[in-house]
């Protein structure tokens, strides 16, 4: 099993560091609004690389955080008039319901930031006692010029170097996101607006907090920065070291740099041994933006009668560090080579066949899938041998596809679907060809296909 990591950017074998249980720990949502499919690919690319892990033979530990505040959170319940934890429930739930959609297999936890305050004060105050952090107007900061390989996950050092920055002089970031040519100290602890003393307020919440500030224990009211909150919430579910640490590519710089140097400056040890980062998705070529009116969810491809699987099956037609470019007319394709893989599997079912598993096969597309998840080619083999496989290899590559084909079972048709192929077959006996293609359209617009045959017409699922 080989992997790309982002920290040495180069393809390395994966094997979990300690016994045969695989640490991992996934950037999870930012629950201010539904997720878009941007989201949603980095999700079933993580469910793909988990499954991959699991058919190695090893077991996985899979934790993903849910971010419930956040500068974009606390922004958009503010214009709603609600707390932040009225604002998110919607969109959490979304979230879960979007995940059962997509079948993708549920996380260990899902830990909440505002759930773990405790562990992030902890965590801030190891990094002042080390001389890593700082105090500045009732804010916390990193101190990034006092640890020493800052920049080595997004090449920083070779972008712009940080040098010049010193413990006397200092350049201070308060914004969750920013660019890498805006490098600088980043917060640990905002400190509280004015008027805001409970973590309920309306608009931005406010914890009171104890932190050792130069050999004297000070109260400050505020809210965790973004980046410690995933520091805290890894080290207590994983332990110290990650085996993978997982999310979209854009979590590079400033995310994922500043989660390893709190982490490491923490504790002394190697945050995590394997960075995966999944690419952007682009729609018609574009960057997904509101203003460009092309930021889809899950919930708009449902609306124009798209199963949430055929986005699966899209998102697995592209390699996860490779752009895929989302358009309705390949979403419509991913749709086609579903409903022919599911009657495929129905078709299997209803024969109930022994047939042999096809060892070449199972070992060719295996190979691509241990070669950094190359679903790509694995699929490539999949359709090459499609008429010879038998039903137990195409569900053995489900358990890595994630297609939930399993279960499916053959469907009766509706009586008024049985009515029109009854009809259809009169109008055949009077060679009334146009009235049976007429037919055979409208039973198409009720979602069923109707197949000839010498003993008859059979319908299924279109």
Same mark, same amino acid.
């Given at each position: 099993?080989?992997?790309?990591?982002?920290?040495?950017?180069?393809?390395?074998?994966?094997? *979990?560091?300690?016994?045969?249980?695989?640490?991992?720990?996934?950037?999870?949502?930012?629950?201010?609004?539904?997720?878009?499919?941007?989201?949603?690919?980095?999700?079933?690319?993580?469910?793909?690389?988990?499954?991959?892990?699991?058919?190695?033979?090893?077991?996985?530990? %899979?934790?993903?955080?849910?971010?419930?505040?956040?500068?974009?959170?606390?922004?958009?319940?503010?214009?709603?008039?609600?707390?932040?934890?009225?604002?998110?429930?919607?969109?959490?739930?979304?979230?879960?319901?979007?995940?059962?959609?997509?079948?993708?297999?549920?996380?260990?936890?899902?830990?909440?930031?505002?759930?773990?305050?405790?562990?992030?004060?902890?965590?801030?105050?190891?990094?002042?006692?080390?001389?890593?952090?700082?105090?500045?107007?009732?804010?916390?900061?990193?101190?990034?010029?006092?640890?020493?390989?800052?920049?080595?996950?997004?090449? +920083?050092?070779?972008?712009?170097?940080?040098?010049?920055?010193?413990?006397?002089?200092?350049?201070?970031?308060?914004?969750?996101?920013?660019?890498?040519?805006?490098?600088?100290?980043?917060?640990?602890?905002?400190?509280?607006?004015?008027?805001?003393?409970?973590?309920?307020?309306?608009?931005?919440?406010?914890?009171?907090?104890?932190?050792?500030?130069?050999?004297?224990?000070?109260?400050?009211?505020?809210? *965790?920065?973004?980046?410690?909150?995933?520091?805290?919430?890894?080290?207590?579910? +994983?332990?110290?070291?990650?085996?993978?640490?997982?999310?979209?590519?854009?979590? %590079?710089?400033?995310?994922?740099?500043?989660?390893?140097?709190?982490?490491?400056?923490?504790?002394?040890?190697?945050?995590?041994?394997?960075?995966?980062?999944?690419?952007?998705?682009?729609?018609?070529?574009?960057?997904?933006?509101?203003?460009?009116?092309?930021?889809?969810?899950?919930?708009?491809?449902?609306?124009?009668?798209?199963?949430?699987? /055929?986005?699966?099956?899209?998102?697995?037609?592209?390699?996860?560090?490779?752009?895929?470019?989302?358009?309705?007319?390949?979403?419509? /394709?991913?749709?086609?080579?579903?409903?022919?893989?599911?009657?495929?599997?129905?078709?299997?079912?209803?024969?109930?066949?022994?047939?042999? *598993?096809?060892?070449?096969?199972?070992?060719?597309?295996?190979?691509?899938?241990?070669?950094?998840?190359?679903?790509?080619?694995?699929?490539?083999?999949?359709?090459?041998?499609?008429?010879?496989?038998?039903?137990?290899?195409? +569900?053995?590559?489900?358990?890595?596809?994630?297609?939930?084909?399993?279960?499916?079972?053959?469907?009766?048709? *509706?009586?008024?679907?049985?009515?029109?192929?009854?009809?259809?077959?009169?109008?055949?006996?009077?060679?009334?060809?146009?009235?049976?293609?007429?037919?055979?359209?409208?039973?198409?617009? %009720?979602?069923?296909?109707?197949?000839?045959?010498?003993?008859?017409?059979?319908?299924?699922?279109?």
């Amino acid at each position: 099993m080989k992997l790309f990591n982002f920290l040495t950017r180069k393809i390395e074998v994966f094997k *979990p560091a300690k016994g045969k249980t695989a640490r991992i720990y996934a950037c999870g949502p930012t629950v201010y609004n539904f997720a878009h499919i941007g989201n949603l690919r980095t999700y079933i690319f993580e469910d793909l690389m988990c499954r991959a892990i699991e058919q190695a033979g090893f077991k996985v530990k %899979l934790v993903m955080n849910i971010t419930d505040v956040e500068d974009k959170i606390i922004r958009d319940a503010k214009k709603a008039g609600k707390n932040i934890f009225e604002f998110v429930k919607p969109y959490e739930r979304a979230f879960f319901d979007d995940l059962k959609l997509l079948n993708i297999n549920p996380a260990f936890k899902y830990p909440k930031a505002t759930a773990h305050i405790k562990e992030m004060v902890g965590l801030i105050n190891k990094l002042l006692k080390k001389g890593l952090a700082y105090e500045s107007g009732g804010s916390i900061y990193f101190d990034i010029s006092r640890f020493k390989n800052y920049g080595r996950l997004s090449r +920083l050092n070779s972008f712009a170097p940080i040098s010049f920055l010193t413990p006397v002089s200092h350049s201070r970031i308060d914004a969750d996101e920013y660019a890498k040519d805006d490098a600088q100290d980043f917060v640990l602890w905002k400190k509280s607006k004015p008027g805001l003393s409970r973590a309920k307020s309306r608009g931005e919440p406010s914890w009171s907090a104890k932190f050792q500030l130069g050999g004297a224990t000070a109260k400050l009211a505020g809210r *965790p920065g973004w980046h410690i909150e995933c520091s805290a919430m890894s080290i207590k579910y +994983l332990g110290q070291t990650l085996d993978i640490h997982s999310g979209g590519i854009d979590l %590079l710089f400033p995310h994922h740099e500043n989660e390893i140097a709190q982490s490491e400056g923490a504790t002394g040890k190697k945050f995590a041994r394997f960075f995966v980062e999944g690419e952007h998705l682009m729609v018609d070529g574009k960057k997904m933006s509101k203003s460009l009116g092309n930021l889809y969810t899950l919930r708009d491809l449902r609306k124009r009668d798209f199963n949430p699987l /055929a986005f699966r099956y899209l998102a697995l037609t592209s390699h996860y560090r490779s752009k895929l470019n989302f358009t309705w007319e390949s979403l419509q /394709a991913a749709q086609n080579a579903l409903a022919k893989i599911r009657n495929r599997v129905i078709e299997l079912k209803q024969k109930n066949a022994k047939v042999s *598993p096809l060892h070449q096969f199972r070992k060719q597309f295996k190979k691509h899938i241990f070669n950094d998840l190359d679903t790509p080619k694995a699929l490539a083999v999949f359709w090459k041998n499609f008429d010879r496989i038998s039903l137990a290899d195409i +569900l053995w590559a489900n358990e890595f596809l994630g297609l939930n084909l399993k279960s499916l079972k053959s469907a009766s048709a *509706p009586p008024a679907v049985k009515k029109l192929v009854e009809e259809r077959e009169r109008a055949r006996r009077e060679k009334n060809w146009r009235a049976a293609d007429q037919i055979r359209e409208k039973v198409r617009n %009720l979602g069923w296909q109707i197949e000839d045959s010498s003993a008859g017409p059979t319908t299924k699922r279109s």
